[in-house]
């Protein structure tokens, strides 16, 4: 599910967008995992979910990452 429009490059911010929803209208927990150090997650009420990384020295290479949606209904 997590895919990149590109490379994320050292030092330059990337922001990722997804949407998230559940059938009864609450809003699911939002994770992503691994979280690095440099990420935030937002999730905003409408179910919109932004993943900003702005990748440090150090951070080069492959990097997957896996986005749990979770409700307790």
Request: hydrophobic residues 40%; negative net charge; proline residues 11%.
């Amino acid at each position: 599910m997590f895919a990149p429009a590109g490379p994320a490059m050292e030092g330059q911010t990337s922001v990722f967008s997804y949407a998230v929803q559940d059938p009864d209208g609450t809003l699911p927990q939002v994770s992503i995992t691994p979280m690095p150090d440099s990420a935030t997650l937002t999730v905003y009420p409408t179910g919109d979910v932004w993943f900003t990384w702005t990748p440090a020295v150090g951070d080069t290479g492959y990097h997957a990452f896996t986005l749990i949606a979770t409700d307790d209904g």
